[in-house]
């Protein structure tokens, strides 16, 4: 069963506290991605990971880190967290190669930050 | 940069009728973009509805379909009789060029088929 999850899907910090985001993915596949995704805008891409430890910085990095020790696992990272950092963040997986850009994501989880 | 804009923010139809949503495009940095249609459902995570790589190929799926139309920058899904499970949000994307996997998402238009 393909599948992308996400833990946790509702979380309420206070601004300051350090927050982690966590995704899993049963596909083996080598991509992953975290996005954000905001009132009237688009999603916006925050990291892309081409594997273990192969990390880029997508359109918005600011204020956010990843990590990837496991293929299947994808953190992010928001350390001193802002209130500007609330919102509803998005992790995706794909196939490296032909339909490389078909991406499987996540439900889903809503972050606040007071 | 490359954007898409979807124009319609909601749409509600009601059951049986017909359905557009708009979707155009700006690819200034790839020639030939591939176009999405990606759905999300309520508590669920955005799945892929539909892909077309080629201009002037139509792509369907689940009763929708969509036209790349490079001439006129715009991907619009269509669907001559919407059900109430086809309300959802529907977000229009494009990848390609030196962009390699990356996805430009549209804001997304929200569906609501009233029964």
């Known amino acids: 069963d393909m599948k992308v999850t996400q833990m946790p899907r509702y979380l309420i910090k206070r601004m300051g506290e350090n927050v982690l985001l966590e995704c899993g993915q049963d596909m083996s596949h080598e991509t992953m991605y975290w996005y954000r995704q905001d009132p009237g805008l688009g999603l916006q891409l925050i990291y892309i990971s081409y594997d273990v430890d192969s990390n880029s910085e997508g359109d918005i990095p600011k204020g956010y880190r990843v990590s990837r020790k496991k293929r299947e696992h994808f953190s992010l990272i928001l350390d001193s967290a802002k209130t500007n950092q609330t919102s509803v963040y998005f992790c995706?997986?794909?196939?490296?190669?032909?339909?490389?850009?078909?991406?499987?994501f996540g439900p889903g989880t809503r972050l606040t930050v007071l | 940069g490359d954007s898409v804009t979807q124009t319609e923010g909601q749409v509600t139809v009601s059951e049986s009728k017909s359905l557009i949503i708009n979707c155009t495009y700006s690819a200034t940095s790839i020639a030939y973009p591939n176009l999405f249609w990606y759905v999300r459902y309520p508590g669920e995570g955005l799945q892929l509805l539909l892909k077309v790589i080629t201009a002037g190929q139509k792509g369907s799926s689940r009763g929708f379909e969509a036209t790349y139309n490079k001439e006129t920058t715009s991907f619009h899904l269509q669907k001559a009789s919407v059900q109430e499970s086809d309300s959802a949000v529907y977000y229009c994307a494009l990848s390609g060029g030196n962009m390699g996997y990356k996805l430009t998402f549209g804001t997304g238009t929200s569906l609501l088929v009233d029964p």
């Open positions: 995706a997986s794909s196939v490296i190669g032909a339909g490389g850009d078909e991406q499987y």
